[in-house]
């Protein structure tokens, strides 16, 4: 999976102050510059608008630009373009609302268990505690435009809450699941390094997986679980526990740690710290016996110290008495992918359901690269069917897509099945196809499923 996204540095903990503590600072004194003009020039300028710029990529998965000429009109009142955030009904800046700004929650902390994507500003140490105080005071009081509403001293602080040490997953009790774990490693300062790690689960049998759990070091992109196609050539598989850069420390791709990942199939992922991910009741992910997974990471630094990397799964297991339906993994792709410099393109692909039986589909995701725009999957039936063109899934953050689970599966029945319709914007001079770096294009389905 990507895709997909994918770089940051996590608050672990959630920032509350105390407004109180900043008693000892002495009134404003008078001042014509509004809170929200000073919070402009001391902080969404500088920090924010050098990835939120018009024509980025950050701002065009974001759907964000915070320059100085649209910044406010874009956040005030404006519903947040994450598609889980906008789901549970966060704005950008909701006046007197903190909790429900997204922007807020983005600085100051994510709520725990809630796939927002990563804290912001991203791959630093974040904003200090004065910055992240000013913007609630400024919230708490409206979110005004103009007007003198929070204290401006508190935007030249430069004080930041001790990051909590990393909490390592426990391993799972001896006879309940099997832990997978990247080891301890370095990332140079203003670099983003992404590895892979190929490791054997160490199971003997064949076993039955019904939750998954994640946990990364602060600053991950992701955390991705692969294995290989039937049929890999031996050539192709790598050793094991063997680290394999996908970048040169001057940045340039290391081709020969890439052409394994044109032979990968998804397993599971995550892009947020910490994923707890239970398979519906009765279902469970079989792995056979004897098999190794690829381990791989992403992970960035925009400071200049030197941060570490971390990853652990573990994957839990239950007696296959107790398994009623056998999940399996889709990998829909497509590999025909052309985009001109300069074009704005959508890409539409069916794939009709490949069993006898119905296919019950119960977790969607997908993964696209750095010129894709938006995400969708549709439902594809037989002509006729007023079902045609349903949407099932919407995601346009290519480096965190949605990862969308259905309570009660989607069934597609023969000669129905899956479609998807991704939009690209190739904002650059050259011409880009598929491929595997970040620099190329991919169109990919993944999906959890089971058939009876």
């Given at each position: 999976?990507?895709h ?23 009134t ?15 902080v ?155 490791k ?89 016996a ?43 792709s497509?590999?025909n ?45 037989k ?20 990862v ?49």
């Open positions: 999976m990507k997909a996204a994918y770089c940051a540095l996590l608050l672990c903990c959630s920032i509350f102050l105390n407004s109180c503590s900043h008693d000892s600072i002495l404003e004194p008078t001042t014509t510059t509004s809170s929200w003009a000073a919070l402009q020039e001391k969404i300028t500088p920090v924010c608008a050098g990835c939120h710029t018009a024509g980025t990529d950050y701002a065009l998965q974001s759907g964000l630009v915070l320059t100085p000429d649209v910044a406010y009109t874009n956040l005030f009142n404006v519903a947040a373009h994450h598609t889980n955030a906008n789901a549970d009904g966060l704005l950008r800046i909701k006046p007197s609302d903190g909790e429900k700004s997204f922007l807020y929650l983005k600085v100051h902390g994510l709520p725990q268990g809630k796939d927002y994507g990563n804290p912001m500003p991203l791959g630093s140490r974040g904003l200090s505690i004065g910055q992240i105080e000013f913007i609630r005071q400024w919230i708490a009081a409206g979110a005004p435009k103009d007007g003198v509403v929070a204290v401006k001293a508190l935007l030249d602080d430069t004080s930041h809450t001790p990051i909590a040490d990393f909490v390592p997953l426990q391993a799972p009790t001896l006879g309940t699941g099997y832990q997978m774990h990247i080891d301890k490693f370095d990332v140079a300062p203003h670099f983003e390094r992404e590895l892979f790690v190929y054997p689960i160490n199971n003997a049998s064949d076993i039955y997986v019904n939750r998954i759990q994640m946990r990364m070091r602060p600053n991950s992109h992701h955390f991705l679980l692969y294995t290989f196609q039937s049929g890999t050539p031996a050539s192709i598989i790598p050793p094991y526990d063997v680290v394999r850069d996908i970048r040169n420390p001057d940045g340039s791709q290391i081709t020969a740690n890439t052409l394994q990942m044109g032979y990968h199939e998804y397993f599971a992922g995550s892009t947020i710290p910490d994923l707890d991910y239970h398979f519906p009741p009765g279902t469970a992910l079989k792995v056979p004897n098999t190794s997974l690829d381990l791989n990471t992403h992970y960035i630094s925009r400071t200049d110290d030197h941060i570490s990397g971390e990853c652990y799964a573990n994957l839990y297991t239950v007696d296959k008495s107790q398994v009623q339906h056998e999940a399996g993994t889709l990998a829909l497509n590999n992918i052309s985009l001109s410099p300069g074009e704005h393109k959508v890409v539409t692909v069916d794939y009709p359901n490949p069993y006898a039986l119905p296919l019950h589909v119960f977790m969607l995701t997908s993964h696209m690269h750095e010129r894709g725009q938006k995400y969708r999957i549709l439902f594809k039936g002509s006729g069917d007023s079902r045609n063109g349903q949407v099932l899934y919407e995601s346009d953050d290519w480096a965190h897509p949605l969308k689970n259905f309570d009660t599966p989607l069934i597609f029945n023969q000669g129905e099945g899956l479609s998807s319709e991704v939009t690209y914007y190739n904002n650059t001079n050259r011409h880009i196809t598929f491929g595997l770096t970040s620099d190329d294009e991919m169109d990919i389905i993944f999906a959890y499923y089971f058939v009876f």
